[in-house]
Structures are given as C-alpha cells and as structure tokens.
C-alpha cells in the first residue's frame, strides 16, 4: 500500500506517493509515468533542474522543476527517497539519498538550488521508507565518518551500536538547512512486512538471500519508485 506525507498532502495541486513492492510506482502517479526525466543514479550529489516532460539529465540523484505535469521520482531499495514541495505547490523536487550521497552532501546541495528570495523556508520535505536503524548495521569507520560530519547527538546518528538511522540524519539536516517542515514516514524497507510478505524491495535484504543462494533473483526493476507532480 502506498503510502502519503501528510505534508505535502496538504499543499494544493501536487501528487505524490511513495511506492512499495506490491505498487511500485504509487497509482496517483502513473498518468504521468512517460513524463518522468531520463536520469541514472549514481550515490552523487548533481541535482538537475528539469523543464520539459522526459528530458534527458544524465547521471543525476536529484532533480527539480517549477513545469507542472513532469513527474519527478526516484528508484529506491533502502536509501532515503526525500520529496520536496513548495508550500505553495509551484515547484517540487526529490533526491534519493543512501549513506553516500548523504556523507558528501546531497541535501545541502538541493538546499543549495533554492536560491534567494526563494529559500529552505518556504519549502517542505518528507523522508520516505529506507533502511531502518532496527536492521541498518554498517561499520564503525562509517559511524565514525557521520559522527565527525555532524554537530548532531551520537544516540540520534547511531541509535544502536554499529546501527546508522538515515532518515533521522536527513531530518536534522533539513531542519539545520531551515526547511519549514519535514516529515519522517518511518518505514523499514529491510523488516518491514505486509500481508503477502515483505513490504518493500530491500536491497540489503536482497545481498543477505543471494549469500545464502546464489540463484535468488535480482532485484532489478523491482525497486520502489517516489515522486511527485504538479498537477495544479
Ligand atoms: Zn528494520
């Protein structure tokens, strides 16, 4: 089932949806499926400003554009799919961003795309399903590397031992960037299930089954896109 942003539900005249496995791309959305930009992502930090429906923007994990009717999304599996919105829906954005792309500053460089006298506060952000730090261990040189980016308390970057929490570093650096609101959706992609199994397409889950039998299936063209349009 999809699920929605009670923020930016409430900005007039934009869709949006965060996909799973069961619906990849969130039914509101698919009208616009052709109108989506051509982009690979790459764990960078490039955002590209869109202006016409399917236009070709290279290797890109962000793009935004104030056109109504070009959907923007992201392909995620674990990394953080994160929606923006103007709060008066007339330009909307989306990154998607794994610990890479959130260690070399994807968010601060959307940030950096909404230039004066627009500007972070008059935007919105939701923080879509990822990795949760119930099931997200990496190592401790990586904890480390966060914990020396960021002037945020270590039991919010690292929760666990050896366990990063994405969304919650995306969220304080929304909110240090000065977005007006950010929601966190708070979906794990790695344990979450649903009535039919897993809930989402999870690629660390995915590493974990192909260890134990190499014949397990890919998980290409199973990953869950998010996005948005402006409508209005
Ligand atoms: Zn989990």
Same mark, same amino acid.
């Given at each position: 089932m999809t699920v929605y942003s009670r923020l930016i539900q409430n900005v007039a005249g934009v869709r949006h949806g965060f996909g799973d496995a069961?619906? $990849? $791309?969130?039914v509101p959305l698919q009208p616009w499926l052709d109108t989506a930009p051509v982009k690979k992502q790459v764990h960078g930090i490039d955002i590209r400003r869109v202006y016409r429906p399917a236009e070709p923007c290279g290797e890109a994990d962000g793009l935004i554009t104030s056109t109504p009717g070009i959907l923007l999304h992201v392909l995620t599996a674990d990394c953080l799919p994160i929606l923006f919105c103007r709060r008066d829906g007339k330009s909307i954005g989306v990154v998607h961003a794994g610990w890479r792309g959130l260690l070399a500053g994807i968010v601060e460089a959307f940030a950096a795309q909404l230039a004066y006298p627009d500007g972070p506060a008059n935007w919105v952000a939701a923080i879509g399903p990822s990795a949760g730090p119930c099931c997200y261990e990496v190592s401790e040189s990586l904890v480390e590397d966060f914990l020396q980016q960021l002037a945020i308390p270590a039991n919010i970057v690292r929760p666990r031992p050896l366990h990063l929490d994405l969304a919650a570093i995306a969220r304080h650096k929304l909110q240090a960037l000065g977005f007006q609101g950010v929601d966190v959706l708070?979906? +794990?992609?790695? +344990?979450g299930t649903a009535a039919g199994g897993h809930r989402y397409t999870s690629y660390r889950r995915f590493c974990r089954q192909r260890a134990i039998d190499p014949a397990y299936p890919s998980i290409s063209g199973r990953n869950q896109h998010s996005g948005l349009v402006i409508t209005g």
């Open positions: 069961a619906t $990849l $791309l969130p708070r979906q +794990c992609t790695i +344990c």
